[in-house]
């Protein structure tokens, strides 16, 4: 998967890339039709420790997904964003089993009418 990384106000090392990087091919795993991502990195100007923002969109057939994570640093706000797009895409694939297994039923339903 082609994942595209942002950082906002600053410059991200090689190490954290990777680790964006190694992150993101985990979700191919689960769902192997991901087109494309973008991660963006922000630092928030707060006196809060927990000032690093993670912002990632993936591109899926017919579909987009987003997670937004604030933490004290990039690679746990990346796991926690990585996380709750795993759910997102589980999700995704029930709602497209579902579509397509009704969509077969219509099918069959109306090559029987025709008999």
Do not use: W
Not at 3 to 15: E, G, L, P
Not at 26 to 38: A, C, H, P, V
Not at 64 to 70: G, L, P, V
């Amino acid at each position: 998967m082609k994942i595209t990384v942002q950082s906002i106000h600053f410059t991200a090392d090689k190490r954290l890339l990777d680790f964006i990087q190694k992150k993101a091919d985990k979700l191919d795993t689960f769902y192997d039709q991901i087109i494309s991502g973008e991660v963006y990195l922000k630092l928030e100007n707060v006196e809060d420790e927990a000032n690093k923002i993670t912002e990632i969109k993936l591109l899926l057939p017919g579909n987009q997904i987003f997670a937004k994570e604030k933490c004290k640093s990039f690679e746990e706000a990346t796991d926690l964003a990585m996380e709750s797009l795993r759910k997102q895409i589980e999700k995704h694939k029930q709602k497209k089993t579902i579509a397509d297994t009704a969509a077969k039923k219509a099918m069959l339903m109306t090559a029987e009418d025709d008999l």
